[in-house]
């Protein structure tokens, strides 16, 4: 069935057009605002944009976690309708604000806005494993994300062109008539049971920060990911709020220009999350996230060194005078760039979180993860008024300092988390050499140990496999093979156990049991070519005696798997060297994977057959 049939549904339709109106309603206020503040109002407007958007993103941080309790605690239809309610008084206020031209009032509305969307959230994200079936989850969030793109798009379309009328009364109006529309679809949601109706409420905001926050570092990579989530946001608040004096004080354009550019960027971001399910092949891949940061800093750095040269002027300029300007395309160009890499940066980790976070935990993590994204959102937005203010910067030198801090970061976590690194070469390798076609993907454990036994055709069987598979691998590996010339940095990235034979290294041979005994008992997966090396011919050659020894030490399931059609490809072997002509370049490679084998009747006979019948399937 697809995704799409979902907007036919009761249970899914009334939720999706109320959070729908939701972010288009938030988009649509504050994009008004910034421009009101940048073009209307006199004074120091860079200040009074980031405190805005400071202020905004400080309820996030300040009630996430007892937002959290509360959706846990309460039926969430009821929820959110007394938020939906709750929006009609805010834009009320919100209305006032605008007839009295009142910035210090408005600029309290968009606290009251973050107040409401951070009790949103939770409840949001509560609701919809309640309410779709698990083969159903993906396209429904997929949907969510994708409307909430588009909310921002037109938010920041219809915010600018409103604001920039001669009269107050059509935006006054259009954010309340939103907020009502919000209301009136949230009466059809159905009604979504508590999860934890026992929980008792703890509205002590530190500790109860303090509790989501301390789960976060016990998984290493998750934490890396949430905070390179959160760098992200802190990324992103410092483009987005500068873009309204940006484009006035620097590109001398009108409000409507301010439109296009977020418009611009707004799109780059919807673009980018999509191309990720198409660049993935439909996977969790991480390699995305180094190639999302290259981007985000090569096309940030441009735009800021190219607007540095742009021509003076003394009046405000039209859309039409600023494409008649050079240099114009390049800038949204660079924009819409930021948001396709930023996309491709963003979607994977979020996707990462979710499948390596414990389940039992899951819910604390996401709201730790909104705790850190709203507080590097807050220091941005202290940062860029220290920066433009009291250091005096211009807004061109803002962003050059923000692309450096972001190569850095980036270069922090991948050092300490080399996966991503190795991913995105995995990633590459498979996505231009080869033609990957898995089978039996759900036969690989979501998480505990187990023994991985597949045949042996090129030197970059791992490579391919650990592409593919979702969890770290950790694969054992002829010393030999381990230690070619770049192929040895991933694979000691991946953390492969180099192994010689016995005669060979003594030493080496048992050290290598041994360590793969300690990471079964971890709960890793481990993967062994039990052929002992390469394929001479392209056939299964016989097994050895170690996997064996493996199994008797340390008993856990064993999958067999089989890479069918690498034979006579690129890195394959073949009369014992590497034929070094691109042979069967792309070739189309099978990856199939079996059901788990009890370690009880897993002998190196039973492997050999099915791993054999699995490469002639």
Same mark, same amino acid.
């Given at each position: 069935?697809?995704?799409?049939?979902?907007?036919?549904?009761?249970?899914?339709? /009334?939720?999706?057009?109320?959070?729908?109106?939701?972010?288009?309603?938030?988009?649509?206020?504050?994009?008004?605002?910034?421009?009101?503040?940048?073009?209307?109002?006199?004074?120091?407007?860079?200040?009074?944009?980031?405190?805005?958007?400071?202020?905004?993103?400080?309820?996030?941080?300040?009630?996430?976690? =007892?937002?959290?309790?509360?959706?846990?605690?309460?039926?969430?239809?009821?929820?959110?309708?007394?938020?939906?309610?709750?929006?009609?008084?805010?834009?009320?206020?919100?209305?006032?604000?605008?007839?009295?031209?009142?910035?210090?009032?408005?600029?309290?509305?968009?606290?009251?806005?973050?107040?409401?969307?951070?009790?949103?959230?939770?409840?949001?994200?509560?609701?919809?494993?309640?309410?779709?079936?698990?083969? %159903?989850?993906?396209?429904?969030?997929?949907?969510?994300?994708?409307?909430?793109?588009?909310?921002?798009?037109?938010?920041?379309?219809?915010?600018?062109?409103?604001?920039?009328?001669?009269?107050?009364?059509?935006?006054?109006?259009?954010?309340?008539?939103?907020?009502?529309?919000?209301?009136?679809?949230?009466?059809?949601?159905?009604?979504?049971?508590?999860?934890?109706?026992?929980?008792?409420?703890?509205?002590?905001?530190?500790?109860?920060?303090?509790?989501?926050?301390?789960?976060?570092?016990?998984?290493?990579?998750?934490?890396?990911?949430?905070?390179?989530?959160?760098?992200?946001?802190?990324?992103?608040?410092?483009?987005?709020?500068?873009?309204?004096?940006?484009?006035?004080?620097?590109?001398?354009?009108?409000?409507?220009?301010?439109?296009?550019?977020?418009?611009?960027?707004?799109?780059?971001?919807?673009?980018?999350?999509?191309?990720? %399910?198409?660049?993935?092949?439909?996977?969790?891949?991480?390699?995305?996230?180094?190639?999302?940061?290259?981007?985000?800093?090569?096309?940030?750095?441009?735009?800021?060194?190219?607007?540095?040269?742009?021509?003076?002027?003394?009046?405000?300029?039209?859309?039409?005078?600023?494409?008649?300007?050079?240099?114009?395309?390049?800038?949204?160009?660079?924009?819409?760039?930021?948001?396709?890499?930023?996309?491709?940066?963003?979607?994977?980790?979020?996707?990462?979180?979710?499948?390596?976070?414990?389940?039992?935990?899951?819910?604390?993590?996401?709201?730790?993860?909104?705790?850190?994204?709203?507080?590097?959102?807050?220091?941005?937005?202290?940062?860029?008024?220290?920066?433009?203010?009291?250091?005096?910067?211009?807004?061109?030198?803002?962003?050059?300092?923000?692309?450096?801090?972001?190569?850095?970061?980036?270069?922090? =976590?991948?050092?300490?988390?080399?996966?991503?690194?190795?991913?995105?070469?995995?990633?590459?390798?498979?996505?231009?050499?080869?033609?990957?076609?898995?089978?039996?993907?759900?036969?690989?454990?979501?998480?505990?140990?187990?023994?991985?036994?597949?045949?042996?055709?090129?030197?970059?069987?791992?490579?391919?496999?650990?592409?593919?598979?979702?969890?770290?691998?950790?694969?054992?590996?002829?010393?030999?093979?381990?230690?070619?010339?770049?192929?040895?940095?991933?694979?000691?990235?991946?953390?492969?156990?180099?192994?010689?034979?016995?005669?060979?290294?003594?030493?080496?041979?048992?050290?290598?049991?041994?360590?793969?005994?300690?990471?079964?008992?971890?709960?890793?997966?481990?993967?062994?070519?039990?052929?002992?090396?390469?394929?001479?011919?392209?056939?299964?050659?016989?097994?050895?005696?170690?996997?064996?020894?493996?199994?008797?030490?340390?008993?856990? /399931?064993?999958?067999?798997?089989?890479?069918?059609?690498?034979?006579?490809?690129?890195?394959?072997?073949?009369?014992?060297?590497?034929?070094?002509?691109?042979?069967?370049?792309?070739?189309?490679?099978?990856?199939?994977?079996?059901?788990?084998?009890?370690?009880?009747?897993?002998?190196?006979?039973?492997?050999?057959?099915?791993?054999?019948?699995?490469?002639?399937?």
């Amino acid at each position: 069935m697809s995704q799409f049939n979902l907007l036919t549904e009761k249970r899914f339709l /009334p939720f999706f057009l109320t959070q729908f109106f939701g972010a288009f309603n938030d988009n649509v206020f504050k994009n008004a605002l910034v421009i009101m503040i940048a073009y209307k109002i006199a004074g120091d407007s860079n200040t009074m944009i980031n405190l805005a958007f400071g202020l905004f993103i400080l309820p996030f941080f300040l009630f996430s976690a =007892i937002a959290g309790q509360v959706a846990d605690k309460f039926e969430k239809s009821a929820l959110i309708r007394l938020v939906k309610l709750f929006e009609i008084g805010i834009m009320c206020i919100a209305s006032i604000g605008f007839f009295m031209e009142s910035v210090y009032l408005l600029i309290f509305v968009l606290f009251l806005m973050g107040s409401q969307s951070s009790l949103f959230g939770p409840v949001k994200y509560g609701f919809l494993p309640q309410k779709l079936h698990k083969d %159903e989850l993906v396209g429904g969030t997929g949907l969510v994300e994708s409307s909430t793109f588009l909310a921002i798009l037109l938010g920041t379309i219809v915010g600018g062109v409103l604001i920039a009328l001669n009269s107050y009364y059509p935006i006054s109006i259009a954010v309340i008539c939103i907020a009502v529309a919000g209301y009136i679809s949230s009466r059809a949601i159905p009604i979504t049971p508590a999860t934890a109706p026992e929980l008792k409420l703890n509205f002590n905001i530190m500790a109860e920060t303090f509790r989501n926050l301390k789960f976060l570092p016990t998984n290493k990579v998750v934490f890396l990911s949430i905070l390179a989530i959160s760098w992200f946001w802190f990324y992103g608040t410092i483009f987005l709020a500068q873009i309204p004096n940006f484009t006035k004080t620097v590109l001398h354009g009108n409000e409507h220009v301010v439109t296009v550019l977020l418009g611009m960027f707004s799109i780059g971001i919807g673009v980018g999350s999509l191309l990720c %399910e198409k660049l993935s092949g439909k996977r969790v891949e991480i390699g995305l996230v180094p190639l999302g940061a290259i981007g985000m800093a090569i096309f940030g750095w441009d735009l800021a060194s190219t607007s540095q040269s742009w021509v003076e002027t003394t009046k405000l300029m039209t859309i039409s005078e600023y494409w008649d300007t050079a240099g114009s395309f390049r800038l949204l160009a660079d924009l819409a760039l930021i948001g396709i890499f930023g996309g491709l940066y963003i979607v994977p980790l979020y996707a990462l979180v979710q499948e390596r976070s414990d389940e039992k935990h899951l819910s604390r993590v996401i709201a730790g993860n909104n705790i850190i994204n709203a507080l590097f959102m807050v220091v941005a937005s202290v940062m860029a008024m220290v920066v433009l203010g009291k250091m005096g910067w211009s807004i061109p030198d803002l962003f050059k300092l923000t692309v450096t801090l972001n190569i850095l970061v980036s270069l922090y =976590i991948f050092s300490v988390v080399p996966e991503f690194l190795m991913r995105l070469i995995v990633w590459f390798l498979v996505s231009t050499i080869y033609r990957v076609k898995p089978k039996g993907m759900e036969n690989i454990p979501h998480d505990g140990a187990a023994l991985l036994c597949c045949n042996h055709i090129s030197f970059v069987d791992p490579l391919i496999l650990g592409g593919y598979i979702r969890r770290p691998v950790r694969f054992v590996m002829y010393y030999k093979i381990f230690n070619i010339p770049i192929l040895k940095w991933i694979f000691k990235a991946a953390r492969a156990i180099p192994i010689a034979g016995y005669k060979e290294d003594p030493e080496m041979y048992e050290e290598a049991f041994k360590t793969v005994k300690e990471a079964l008992e971890e709960g890793d997966l481990v993967c062994i070519f039990p052929e002992g090396g390469l394929t001479p011919d392209g056939t299964i050659q016989e097994f050895k005696s170690g996997i064996e020894r493996i199994i008797n030490e340390t008993p856990v /399931p064993v999958i067999p798997m089989a890479l069918n059609n690498l034979w006579g490809s690129l890195f394959s072997r073949k009369d014992k060297i590497i034929d070094r002509r691109p042979r069967k370049f792309w070739a189309k490679i099978n990856l199939n994977i079996g059901k788990a084998i009890n370690p009880d009747s897993a002998t190196r006979a039973v492997l050999h057959n099915k791993v054999n019948q699995l490469k002639i399937d």
